[in-house]
Structures are given as C-alpha cells and as structure tokens.
C-alpha cells in the first residue's frame, strides 16, 4: 500500500459530460501527478501540482485542468469528455524536495480511477 | 528526443523459470531510473530506482543492472511466480522538475 487513495475506482460517463476525479496523497508528501494511461500504454503525463500550484503540464489540452488544496489532496477535472479519455487515470504523490532543492523521482501511485466514456 | 523503450512487448514464461526484461533510453541528461511492476486495473508499484554510478539493485528475486554508458537497464527476475504475471513498466528521470518518461511496458506473463 502506498498510502495514495485515489476515488471513484470507476465510472462511466456520456461524451460530452465533465468529471472530477480525486486523490488524496500519502501524508507528507506535497507534490501530486496526475498520469493517463490508455490500455496497454505507459502512463502519460497530464500535469504536476506543488504547493497548491501547476508545477508542469504534459501535452494535454485545457479541458484537463487540476487543483491541489491546501492539504495537498488534489482533483482532476475534464470536460466536454471525448471517446479518447476513456482510460485509467493514475495519481502519484511525491515527498518534499531534499535541500539541494532537486526532486528525485520518487513516486507513489494510487490504484487508478477508471474512466470509461461511451 | 527523449525516449524509453522496452523490449519484449510480451512474454510467456513457465513458472520457476528466469526471465530478463530490456529497457533502452535515451534521456539526457539522466538522474535516475526506476522499474514499476503493474497489477492489471491497478496503480504501478516500484521495485528498484538506480542512480548514474549503481551498476546493480536487487530486490528479492528482482535484479535490475544499469550501464549508464550505453544507456540500458535490465530487470532479471529469478524463479518466477504465477504472482510475477503483470506488467513492467521502466521510467527513466531526467535532471529538471517534470523530465520523467516512461516505457510502454513489458506484459510477463507466468504460466504453471
């Protein structure tokens, strides 16, 4: 367990429709990912939030947007939902930044909120 | 262009057998590179992360090698388990704040 939660597991959704996807990372931790992974791809990059801000944004278009709260738990948004967003969507929050001021890399995901969009 | 790619797509192996998994990458620069194991329908769990001077990280019956010259990893897995059966996911870490990609994976899967 990583201590990542991540909600709803699934759902199911109209193109057209928008939907809020939600994490709550491991205590601690102050950096949220937020990744796409379509069926038998690696995860995609959609954006990173630090702080309560937009730290990095991967090829998305704005209909994606995020938000992270104070208590560093964080939601994905989409909408006008395309047939393509059908996937599983993968939060992973990192620990704070060691002294050199460089992140590491370490990730722990969540189990994922799968999206299908009919 | 910054790329990780995995080699094979898929395997098939029985179990108790020994398998190795190739990750090729061509990130630069390189801060660090890690291997996922990914339950179908579930998040993906890190095995190993390897720095620019580890050669070699064992986790149980998990070894992953880096040669950082080249640019490969490895991940060898020992006396496979029906368990083993998901898929592996290589990531490497570039320098900077969001320099992170990710292989496509490979699919093990562990037959009795």
């Known amino acids: 367990e990583t201590g990542v939660t991540q909600s709803p597991t699934h759902l199911i959704k109209t193109r057209g429709q928008q939907v809020t996807l939600r994490c709550s990372s491991q205590s601690g931790h102050n950096t949220v990912s937020w990744y796409q992974q379509a069926l038998g791809q690696g995860p995609q990059f959609i954006f990173q939030?630090?702080?309560?801000?937009?730290?990095g944004r991967g090829n998305f278009p704005p209909r994606f947007s995020g938000l992270q709260f104070p208590n560093y738990s964080s939601e994905l948004n989409v909408n006008a939902l395309e047939l393509d967003d059908s996937a599983l969507y993968l939060c992973?929050?990192?620990?704070?930044?060691?002294?050199?001021?460089?992140?590491?890399?370490?990730?722990?995901f969540g189990e994922g909120s799968r999206l299908t969009v009919l | 262009k910054n790329q990780v790619e995995q080699s094979p797509q898929s395997l098939i192996i029985l179990e108790g057998k020994n398998c190795t998994l190739q990750c090729n990458y061509t990130v630069s620069p390189f801060s660090n590179l890690r291997w996922y194991k990914q339950d179908t329908g579930r998040g993906p769990v890190s095995l190993t992360i390897?720095?620019?001077?580890?050669n070699t990280k064992s986790n149980g019956r998990y070894t992953a090698t880096l040669d950082a010259d080249t640019k490969q990893s490895s991940l060898h897995i020992t006396a496979s388990q029906l368990s083993d059966s998901a898929s592996y996911i290589c990531?490497?870490?570039?320098?900077?704040?969001?320099?992170?990609?990710f292989g496509t994976g490979t699919r093990l899967t562990v037959i009795p």
């Open positions: 390897m720095t620019f001077s580890e």
């Open positions: 990531v490497v870490w570039g320098l900077g704040a969001n320099n992170l990609f």
């Open positions: 992973a929050s990192s620990p704070p930044r060691r002294a050199s001021g460089l992140n590491t890399g370490e990730l722990f």
């Open positions: 939030y630090y702080r309560e801000e937009e730290n």
